[in-house]
């Protein structure tokens, strides 16, 4: 049986990019798209997206370029975005409840069907739909269900526990907010997202584009 090649990490994201951009052709009723219009939307050049396309075995006509309907099919298949899943978040506070109240997820399949959370003022209450349940009865509420992905918002020190919990009730991919690194067994996929990392690497850029003060001097 043939194994989908592995797509890096960079290349992985910027199909997801790609994917996007011909998202925004299909609603404009845009039929073909070249290799040069889709790197300069994506700010990439032409040949790198070729490159990336042959991870999900797409190649264009010459001279007339991509068809915007097989492509987004394609990318579609390899990428999993009509896949179902099913997730888990633990920490309900407002980055917990920003996440889950984004409606961009359904339409990547991404379905968030139950909440834990530790506080006592939140344990009980509903965010949508769902109640919040104590964060004691995870391992139990996701070992009976189909969730297969647990987004952590908690604190750093207790976001270690949160995942050995969600590990042992099933869940293989789990999307890290918290920051610091978290310590999984081979077969889970960990996605982290340090914001403090983020905000301070935007810091640095901007330090350095920034224009010198003139001086008072002479």
């Given at each position: 049986m043939n194994q989908a090649p592995t797509i890096p990490k960079p290349s992985l994201e910027r199909l997801f990019l790609y994917y996007r951009i011909l998202e925004a052709c299909r609603e404009g009723r845009k039929e073909v798209i070249s290799s040069e219009e889709l790197g300069r939307r994506a700010g990439v050049d032409a040949a790198q997206v070729r490159k990336d396309l042959t991870y999900i075995s797409q190649c264009g006509r010459p001279g007339i370029g991509y068809q915007v309907g097989e492509l987004l099919v394609a990318l579609e298949a390899v990428l999993g975005l009509k896949r179902q899943t099913h997730a888990a978040l633990v920490g309900v506070g407002r980055l917990g409840t920003a996440i889950h109240n984004y409606p961009g997820f359904t339409h990547f399949g991404l379905r968030i069907t139950a909440l834990f959370d530790i506080d006592p003022a939140r344990v009980g209450q509903r965010v949508g739909e769902h109640e919040i349940y104590h964060i004691d009865r995870l391992v139990e509420i996701v070992s009976a269900s189909t969730i297969q992905l647990g987004i952590i918002t908690v604190p750093a020190h207790a976001a270690q526990a949160v995942a050995n919990g969600l590990i042992a009730a099933g869940v293989r991919g789990l999307w890290n907010f918290a920051p610091v690194t978290l310590r999984v067994?081979?077969?889970?996929?960990?996605?982290?997202?340090?914001?403090?990392?983020?905000?301070?690497t935007l810091s640095w850029h901007l330090a350095r584009s920034a224009k010198p003060l003139v001086s008072g001097g002479k």
């Amino acid at each position: 049986m043939n194994q989908a090649p592995t797509i890096p990490k960079p290349s992985l994201e910027r199909l997801f990019l790609y994917y996007r951009i011909l998202e925004a052709c299909r609603e404009g009723r845009k039929e073909v798209i070249s290799s040069e219009e889709l790197g300069r939307r994506a700010g990439v050049d032409a040949a790198q997206v070729r490159k990336d396309l042959t991870y999900i075995s797409q190649c264009g006509r010459p001279g007339i370029g991509y068809q915007v309907g097989e492509l987004l099919v394609a990318l579609e298949a390899v990428l999993g975005l009509k896949r179902q899943t099913h997730a888990a978040l633990v920490g309900v506070g407002r980055l917990g409840t920003a996440i889950h109240n984004y409606p961009g997820f359904t339409h990547f399949g991404l379905r968030i069907t139950a909440l834990f959370d530790i506080d006592p003022a939140r344990v009980g209450q509903r965010v949508g739909e769902h109640e919040i349940y104590h964060i004691d009865r995870l391992v139990e509420i996701v070992s009976a269900s189909t969730i297969q992905l647990g987004i952590i918002t908690v604190p750093a020190h207790a976001a270690q526990a949160v995942a050995n919990g969600l590990i042992a009730a099933g869940v293989r991919g789990l999307w890290n907010f918290a920051p610091v690194t978290l310590r999984v067994p081979p077969g889970v996929i960990v996605r982290n997202e340090d914001l403090a990392v983020g905000l301070a690497t935007l810091s640095w850029h901007l330090a350095r584009s920034a224009k010198p003060l003139v001086s008072g001097g002479k």
